[in-house]
């Protein structure tokens, strides 16, 4: 089991960038793939971007591609979500959540572990 704590989320306009992060403890974090989810008031949670466990691999939702890019440093245990060119619908609680596996996928019931969110706002 990997123990996730997020960080860097916050209020800005629409057009501006955040980065979120997402520090990892425990068991081997190069061993694991990793996304990003989000859950917005009244919504399901979806999935947002994901990372194979070199980083030779990425996925991103329809929504998100080309504004959002995923990457992470094994040697730091973190991953990270550059999000540029933020629109209001952006807003949401956003998760990291790793896989033990050398896959990505973009199942939310895939991953077994689960960071507590960090809520992005973004305004008009």
């Known amino acids: 089991q990997v123990q996730l704590v997020e960080t860097g989320g916050g209020l800005v306009q629409a057009g501006d960038s955040l980065r979120l992060s997402c520090t990892a403890s425990g068991r081997s974090f190069s061993s694991y793939a990793m996304s990003w989810f989000r859950q917005a008031p009244g919504e399901e949670r979806k999935f947002v971007a994901g990372?194979?466990?070199?980083?030779?691999?990425?996925l991103y939702a329809n929504d998100v591609k080309g504004r959002f890019a995923n990457s992470r440093a094994n040697g730091k245990n973190t991953a990270f979500l550059q999000m540029n060119s933020l629109k209001p619908e952006d807003t949401a609680v956003y998760y990291c959540a790793g896989l033990l596996s050398t896959v990505v996928v973009r199942g939310t019931d895939d991953y077994d572990d689960w960071g507590q969110g960090t809520q992005v706002t973004v305004s008009s």
């Open positions: 990372i194979n466990w070199n980083g030779d691999t990425t």
